[in-house]
């Protein structure tokens, strides 16, 4: 079987999965530093609708962060992939055509800083998780205890970081007389556009203070929200793939048929017009971000960790249990407390369809890979929500649940859990008595918030889960599910 590219494109089963456009009539316009699977399903997706629909010079240059071989891989098929959609009456797939090209910034450092240098670059997408810009969440600057931003910090020219990255090829830009690019952060982060502009800011400070000022009055960083449920690629996946297309794809991924963006409208140098492939734009996606965190990224987070102790390898398994579903109904009631309503859009609504996205049969997404990075995750999905309810005398019982919930995860993992506060979080959450585990939470910079921290009626809640979940084996716990109402 041949290997997917563009002379391949011909020998597809179906012509009606192919680009259906000519692709190398079209300029590169974004750079995107985090080529992983979410940005092909999403932000790649919709780009390569707007280009079959009305062209443009849109086309996406990919960055991998750190690891060569991704890039290696998505250049030999040159830069198409399968978008595989896992719909309850059967897949469907289609051919992307927006990735041009792909350099990894670990090893390609001066290749990327030209390609965001280049005039022609007029955004910067970023998808690279919570921790990958090495932003403290809780000051918004630069993180100085991490190995990147030190890194980056003594060799600035030659970086390898995201804020190094940006702040280097902005530097060249102004001393060029080019004009700033827009930079749009499409992580799960409560106002993303704000957040990473408070970090570059930041990072530029270290170097140069006037750059640092330059930065904060010329560049656009426009919050946005963006969600697509997708799993990790599989063996499953490029099997499919394989068999409904006719070529080999290693580079297939797999997602919901949902999709949803919405984007503040901030871009000086211009922007494809998402809009006519389905993205809502919004003065201020705020109200967005916070339902999508709260409602959906909450939920996950506690079905990721409720479900795993209770021995659930997917999020479908474990909203195949009612017991577990009426903890993410509980968590997701207590959520919309905390929300302010938004037009158009019925929060009760919402909620219900998600809990039919989470139950999607064809989706395999693994808890343990949600459970990932929780001290990154959890302030805005969690804490953030619970300080509202304190504050408005509603119900936090919810929240102090899944806060249980991950103590608990980590407790199972010890100094393994995937987190960059590993070592920390293992050492805070030992022994038996709930004292000392709520005091090494209060221990930890910058996680849970002051309000809850001085909140007799939060410590109260939580200890109350966690002598619990001491007293008795996690898994008959889940099962008295009473106990959690
Ligand atoms: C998930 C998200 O892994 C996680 O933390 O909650 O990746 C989630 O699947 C996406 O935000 C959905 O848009």
């Given amino acids: 079987m041949n290997r997917l590219s563009d002379a391949a494109l011909a020998e597809l089963k179906d012509q009606s999965c192919a680009p259906g456009y000519a692709r190398e009539d079209l300029g590169v316009g974004i750079v995107h530093l985090g080529l992983g699977a979410f940005h092909k399903a999403h ?108 890194r980056d910090w003594e060799n600035p020219e030659n970086p390898v970081g995201v804020l190094g990255m940006i702040v280097e090829a902005l530097r060249l830009r102004r001393a060029s007389n080019v004009a700033p690019f827009t930079v749009l952060c499409c992580d799960n982060l409560p106002e993303n556009g704000r957040f990473v502009k408070a970090g570059l800011v930041g990072f530029a400070a270290h170097r140069d203070p006037e750059l640092a000022a330059w930065i904060d009055a010329n560049l656009s960083c426009p919050s946005t929200m963006v969600d697509r449920i997708t799993p990790a690629q599989t063996e499953e996946t490029r099997a499919l793939v394989a068999q409904c297309l006719g070529v080999a794809d290693s580079q297939a991924i797999e997602t919901e048929p949902f999709h949803q963006w919405v984007i503040e409208d901030d871009f000086p140098l211009g922007r494809p017009a998402w809009e006519e492939v389905g993205a809502i734009i919004a003065p201020d996606v705020t109200p967005y971000e916070d339902m999508k965190l709260r409602l959906l990224n909450g939920s996950h987070s506690l079905l990721a960790y409720a479900g795993y102790l209770d021995g659930k390898r997917y999020v479908r398994d474990a909203m195949a249990d009612e017991k577990l579903v009426r903890l993410v109904r509980q968590l997701m009631h207590a959520a919309i407390e905390t929300l302010p309503a938004i037009e158009g859009i019925d929060l009760a609504d919402y909620a219900e369809d998600l809990i039919q996205r989470f139950k999607n049969p064809e989706i395999a997404h693994e808890t343990l890979q949600i459970a990932s990075d929780g001290s990154q995750k959890l302030g805005q999905r969690i804490f953030a929500p619970a300080v509202q309810a304190l504050q408005s005398g509603a119900t936090i019982r919810p929240f102090a649940v899944a806060i249980a919930c991950w103590i608990w995860f980590c407790r199972t993992q010890g100094t393994a859990v995937n987190d960059p506060r590993a070592e920390e979080l293992s050492a805070a959450f030992q022994g038996d008595d709930p004292d000392d585990i709520l005091r090494g939470l209060m221990a930890m910079n910058g996680l849970q918030p002051d309000t809850l921290k001085e909140s007799e009626v939060w410590s109260d809640t939580l200890r109350d889960m966690l002598s619990q979940l001491i007293a008795v084996p996690v898994d008959l716990f889940l099962m008295e599910e009473s106990k959690l109402a």
């Fill in 43 to 150: 932000q790649a997706f919709y780009t390569d609708r707007v280009l079959a629909r009305s062209g443009g010079d849109w086309r996406i240059l990919g960055v991998a962060m750190r690891n060569a071989q991704v890039a290696e891989d998505i250049n030999a098929q040159d830069g198409l992939f399968a978008l595989l959609e896992k719909r309850e009456t059967g897949p469907r797939a289609h051919v992307v055509g927006s990735i041009a090209s792909a350099l990894c910034a670990a090893t390609q450092s001066s290749e990327v800083i030209a390609a965001l240098c280049a005039p022609t670059t007029k955004i910067v997408s970023t998808t690279v998780t919570e921790k990958g810009y090495g932003i403290d969440p809780a000051t918004r600057a630069p993180d100085q205890t991490n190995p990147v931003i030190q």
